[in-house]
């Protein structure tokens, strides 16, 4: 059994076939689920049909995403040898980038997929852009529909030159990026080497994840842990719930809840209905604080250490990129930021510098307004007391997105606090 975690993001176009991909990930680690391939070989047979095929499952897959069972590619989970990963995109989930941003959802490491028969479309650009700005660490490119272009190894070649001048643009150190020519829909250099491939001599797509770096786990840093929710449960009392993303909780631990500012002794830490005496980064726990009531704290909280609480912010300034937006961004705009499992409006008071995106040089001091597709930095002040932290010290509580529209139209990293 692998123990250790990964959070993957897949990313790209989503033309360009990431829901297969992520399909036939699931289905190469026998991460199915049973009744679905039972269900399929029971009506290949039926049809006289005796090859069990993938694109049958696909099928289902897209049907009971239609019916809205069951399926949600956004916490798919499947295992390699090294490690279990959970998928922390979903193809076409609209909230894609909130999630991909906030909190428990951040990923360690990226799949991007660019399709060999269309190149690097905007929206390949795009989400290169936000997985540097997030800090995403390893990029593996899967070029895909090797299938439609013939396995030529010329157009797999443009392809890769194009995608690594983008990457270069946006400054992702190229080395921190690998290149494979795939087909999700065939199965090409997913799970084993090629014959149609036999130009390319280098790893499959799960040899790949597999050898990814171990992320390390913020064990040293300050106890950080927004709160999901409160429960009340009998015989216990007040329990609020939530990821730890930082730092390790221990029985006994003083710790402060903010911007509720409250605080306690912990009496009990629980998991997976268990109690346990401490818990780490990527713990989902439930726990109690001697004297909190049900009203003391609430979802959005963070909850951190007596001596070192979380940071309250009276204003903040962050860097944002700007994704979609109908018209232009001014002083004074007050959208919904999402940082971790808060949700706060708050105001852009002043934008104080536009950047080059692809240089990260600044390009315009104090501009007038910013619009689609620049990359700012901005003072933001919550009009509701928010928690959050410098990305540079506590990085997994210093990231947000900013929505509007029902759209999430920015995203961005806080870099440094003005405390209340």
């Given at each position: 059994?692998?123990?250790?975690?990964?959070?993957?993001?897949?990313?790209?176009?989503?033309?360009?076939?990431?829901?297969?991909?992520?399909?036939?990930?699931?289905?190469?680690?026998?991460?199915?689920?049973?009744?679905?391939?039972?269900?399929?070989?029971?009506?290949?047979?039926?049809?006289?049909?005796?090859?069990?095929?993938?694109?049958?499952?696909?099928?289902?897959?897209?049907?009971?995403?239609?019916?809205?069972?069951?399926?949600?590619?956004?916490?798919?989970?499947?295992?390699?040898?090294?490690?279990?990963?959970?998928?922390?995109?979903?193809?076409?989930?609209?909230?894609?980038?909130?999630?991909?941003?906030?909190?428990?959802?951040?990923?360690?490491?990226?799949?991007?997929?660019?399709?060999?028969?269309?190149?690097?479309?905007?929206?390949?650009?795009?989400?290169?852009?936000?997985?540097?700005?997030?800090?995403?660490?390893?990029?593996?490119?899967?070029?895909?529909?090797?299938?439609?272009?013939?396995?030529?190894?010329?157009?797999?070649?443009?392809?890769?030159?194009?995608?690594?001048?983008?990457?270069?643009?946006?400054?992702?150190?190229?080395?921190?990026?690998?290149?494979?020519?795939?087909?999700?829909?065939?199965?090409?250099?997913?799970a084993e080497a090629s014959d149609e491939t036999p130009w390319y001599d280098g790893?499959?797509?799960?040899?790949?994840?597999?050898?990814?770096?171990?992320?390390?786990?913020?064990?040293?840093?300050?106890?950080?842990?927004?709160?999901?929710?409160?429960?009340?449960?009998?015989?216990?009392?007040?329990?609020?719930?939530?990821?730890?993303?930082?730092?390790?909780?221990?029985?006994?631990?003083?710790?402060?809840?903010?911007?509720?500012?409250?605080?306690?002794?912990?009496?009990?830490?629980?998991?997976?209905?268990?109690?346990?005496?401490?818990?780490?980064?990527?713990?989902?726990?439930?726990?109690?604080?001697?004297?909190?009531?049900?009203?003391?704290?609430?979802?959005?909280?963070?909850?951190?250490?007596?001596?070192?609480?979380?940071?309250?912010?009276?204003?903040?300034?962050?860097?944002?990129?700007?994704?979609?937006?109908?018209?232009?961004?001014?002083?004074?705009?007050?959208?919904?930021?999402?940082?971790?499992?808060?949700?706060?409006?708050?105001?852009?008071?002043?934008?104080?510098?536009?950047?080059?995106?692809?240089?990260?040089?600044?390009?315009?001091?104090?501009?007038?307004?910013?619009?689609?597709?620049?990359?700012?930095?901005?003072?933001?002040?919550?009009?509701?007391?928010?928690?959050?932290?410098?990305?540079?010290?506590?990085?997994?509580?210093?990231?947000?997105?900013?929505?509007?529209?029902?759209?999430?139209?920015?995203?961005?990293?806080?870099?440094?606090?003005?405390?209340?």
């Amino acid at each position: 059994m692998s123990e250790q975690h990964q959070n993957l993001a897949v990313i790209g176009h989503v033309d360009h076939g990431k829901s297969t991909l992520v399909g036939r990930l699931l289905y190469e680690t026998g991460s199915v689920p049973e009744h679905v391939i039972e269900q399929h070989r029971e009506e290949a047979e039926e049809k006289g049909k005796g090859g069990f095929e993938f694109a049958y499952v696909m099928d289902n897959l897209a049907e009971e995403r239609e019916r809205g069972v069951t399926i949600d590619i956004a916490h798919q989970e499947f295992s390699t040898d090294e490690y279990e990963f959970t998928i922390v995109d979903c193809p076409g989930h609209r909230d894609f980038v909130k999630n991909m941003i906030t909190g428990a959802s951040q990923a360690d490491n990226a799949v991007l997929v660019v399709a060999a028969d269309d190149g690097v479309a905007p929206q390949t650009q795009e989400h290169v852009f936000l997985a540097r700005t997030l800090g995403i660490d390893e990029l593996i490119v899967g070029v895909n529909k090797m299938d439609i272009v013939d396995y030529k190894e010329s157009t797999y070649d443009d392809v890769v030159e194009e995608v690594t001048q983008l990457l270069k643009q946006v400054q992702f150190n190229t080395e921190d990026a690998s290149f494979i020519p795939i087909s999700a829909f065939e199965g090409d250099n997913i799970a084993e080497a090629s014959d149609e491939t036999p130009w390319y001599d280098g790893e499959t797509l799960l040899e790949a994840l597999n050898s990814l770096p171990a992320p390390e786990p913020p064990t040293d840093a300050p106890l950080r842990l927004p709160i999901q929710d409160v429960y009340t449960i009998s015989g216990i009392g007040t329990v609020p719930v939530g990821r730890i993303e930082t730092g390790v909780m221990n029985i006994g631990d003083n710790v402060s809840f903010q911007p509720s500012d409250v605080g306690g002794e912990v009496k009990t830490i629980e998991m997976h209905h268990e109690e346990v005496p401490k818990a780490e980064p990527g713990d989902n726990v439930g726990f109690n604080v001697r004297g909190i009531g049900k009203d003391d704290i609430r979802r959005g909280d963070v909850c951190g250490p007596a001596d070192d609480p979380p940071s309250v912010a009276e204003t903040f300034q962050a860097q944002v990129v700007v994704m979609q937006h109908p018209s232009v961004i001014t002083a004074g705009y007050t959208p919904v930021f999402h940082a971790h499992t808060s949700q706060v409006a708050c105001t852009i008071e002043s934008i104080d510098k536009k950047m080059d995106p692809a240089s990260g040089e600044v390009a315009e001091e104090n501009p007038d307004f910013i619009q689609s597709g620049d990359a700012a930095v901005v003072t933001i002040r919550p009009q509701k007391p928010l928690s959050i932290e410098p990305s540079s010290e506590i990085p997994e509580l210093g990231s947000f997105a900013i929505r509007d529209m029902g759209q999430t139209i920015a995203a961005g990293k806080v870099l440094e606090v003005n405390e209340k």
